[in-house]
């Protein structure tokens, strides 16, 4: 099924019921689809056409929203960028999709008007008297109804940019068929109902804020903007339009219970949660629990390209596990190899770290990189997909991710994975967040150096050594030789810490 169709159905099924709120607004999903069909039928008069791309820097709004479904009944490609990527990333994306159209807000004018385009596109600003057109015009030039354009299953239907660590974003096309199914593996995996509400905090860039707001389509739910990360706002949203599910990295989890109005705030509608995109610390796991009490708790392991790998909804007894495959997905360890040799009969025995591979066949898996045939054969072998990351089942069955085949660590001949020593030392009650990597040294080949946040300015060197010294999970080898101090951690557009800025920081102090 297409999502022109998608929201069509939905559409008809409630049109009067409340689709979408921004600030103190309130927008049925017969009033979102009127101004859809008025933007779709002025960009077809404009000559965007099936498959053109349609660029977008937007933060979270209703324009972006509406934006998204008018591309979808187009039949074109719906292309988000962050307006947090830098100038040359910014350039390398439009050179890259090469859109028909580019739509910007005040925030984003400087980027879009300093890049350099093959061919020129069509601008449209939010703001009146800005671009080619504005957005305001372009739906007032429009009609309604329309008659959605001829789509098929497999055609693109967005294409999200990683937001890597290292190197160019890459662009990956995910059709109608990955969306759609993707997107009932969300309902199911996070036991979703009609009706259901959330908080649109998650980029539209992002493949978790497309997840929340297709479902929240698919299920004729409420999807509540929140263009603007601020765990103070959130905290009142959830608590005024009842918001029922939350979907977020993390960082945002952390933020939204440490903030002080936190106690006071009513969140017995929200029952059901989830996170992805890093690791969620046991300590933080804990207090959601016992802050939140969310009848359904769930961590998601997937990524852009295969939006679901594994899902835990068993997190009380197993805080930080992967879990076990999802409703589309098979998922094999083999042997790791960072130059991309191994192949997906090298699976390693039950109990060993391998890297993860996931099956590419699935319904919810892309087909390859935009115009990166070399990233595609590196990542896409024999119909399976090489992950990168590294983990381990338990003897249930289920998975534990240990780190990245990029990111391990060898000292004194020994591989150490940095999330297992930063899953101790953010055990700390003093830590609020910690991040390992490797410095070069002439004796043991590597030494372990932690990068610190600190809970409490008051906690010392000593202290932290002597708890990883003494701490069950870790081996004396595999402790911290260096510690340094940050304010806060490098972080990519998507929340991603950016490991190799910190090793510029180690010239620093606080050997161990």
Request: hydrophobic share 35%; net charge negative; with cysteine.
């Amino acid at each position: 099924m297409n999502l022109g169709t998608v929201f069509d159905c939905a559409v008809s099924r409630y049109p009067f019921h409340v689709a979408l709120v921004e600030n103190n607004e309130r927008y049925t999903f017969d009033e979102i689809n009127e101004e859809v069909n008025r933007l779709a039928t002025s960009m077809l008069k404009l000559g965007v056409a099936r498959r053109d791309r349609v660029m977008m820097l937007l933060k979270n709004r209703k324009e972006a929203v509406c934006m998204f479904w008018a591309t979808q009944k187009l039949g074109a490609i719906f292309t988000p960028i962050s307006m947090r990527l830098s100038p040359e990333d910014t350039q390398y994306c439009i050179n890259d999709s090469e859109p028909k159209v580019v739509v910007y807000e005040s925030n984003s004018r400087r980027a879009v008007m300093a890049a350099k385009f093959s061919e020129r596109p069509i601008f449209i600003g939010l703001e009146q008297g800005e671009g080619d057109l504005s957005y305001a015009d372009l739906v007032k030039r429009g009609t309604h109804p329309f008659e959605s354009v001829g789509v098929d299953d497999e055609d693109i239907a967005i294409m999200l940019y990683t937001s890597g660590t290292t190197g160019f974003p890459k662009g990956v096309p995910r059709s109608h068929k990955n969306e759609y199914a993707s997107t009932i593996a969300h309902i199911i995996q996070n036991s979703y109902a009609t009706f259901d509400s959330t908080l649109g905090v998650m980029p539209l860039y992002h493949t978790m804020g497309m997840r929340s707001l297709l479902a929240m389509c698919v299920l004729n739910g409420k999807y509540v903007l929140a263009p603007s990360w601020d765990p103070h706002s959130a905290l009142t949203l959830i608590e005024k339009e009842r918001i029922s599910c939350l979907y977020m990295i993390p960082r945002l989890y952390h933020e939204l219970l440490e903030d002080s109005s936190s106690s006071q705030s009513d969140l017995s509608a929200l029952k059901k949660i989830g996170y992805a995109g890093a690791p969620m610390s046991e300590a933080l796991i804990t207090k959601c629990f016992q802050r939140i009490q969310p009848k359904h708790f769930v961590n998601h392991y997937g990524s852009t390209e295969i939006y679901t790998f594994t899902t835990c909804s068993t997190l009380d007894k197993k805080p930080g596990c992967a879990g076990k495959p999802g409703i589309h997905q098979r998922v094999k360890l083999v042997t790791p190899d960072p130059s991309g040799g191994s192949t997906p009969q090298d699976e390693v025995p039950a109990g060993q770290v391998g890297e993860i591979i996931i099956h590419a066949g699935s319904d919810e898996a892309f087909k390859g990189y935009w115009n990166r045939p070399d990233a595609t054969r590196k990542a896409i072998r024999n119909q399976w997909y090489f992950t990168g990351d590294l983990g381990k089942f338990d003897e249930d069955g289920d998975l534990y991710i240990v780190g990245r085949i990029d990111d391990m660590l060898i000292s004194g001949g020994e591989n150490i994975s940095p999330i297992e020593v930063e899953k101790v030392l953010s055990s700390h009650p003093k830590v609020a967040e910690a991040v390992v990597i490797g410095q070069e040294d002439d004796r043991w080949g590597q030494i372990v150096v932690a990068f610190i946040v600190p809970l409490d300015p008051a906690v010392t060197v000593q202290e932290l050594d002597q708890y990883c010294k003494h701490h069950a999970k870790l081996s004396n080898t595999k402790r911290p030789r260096k510690y340094l101090f940050v304010d806060e951690l490098p972080r990519n557009a998507s929340g991603k810490i950016i490991r190799r800025e910190l090793s510029n920081g180690l010239t620093g102090r606080n050997d161990a």
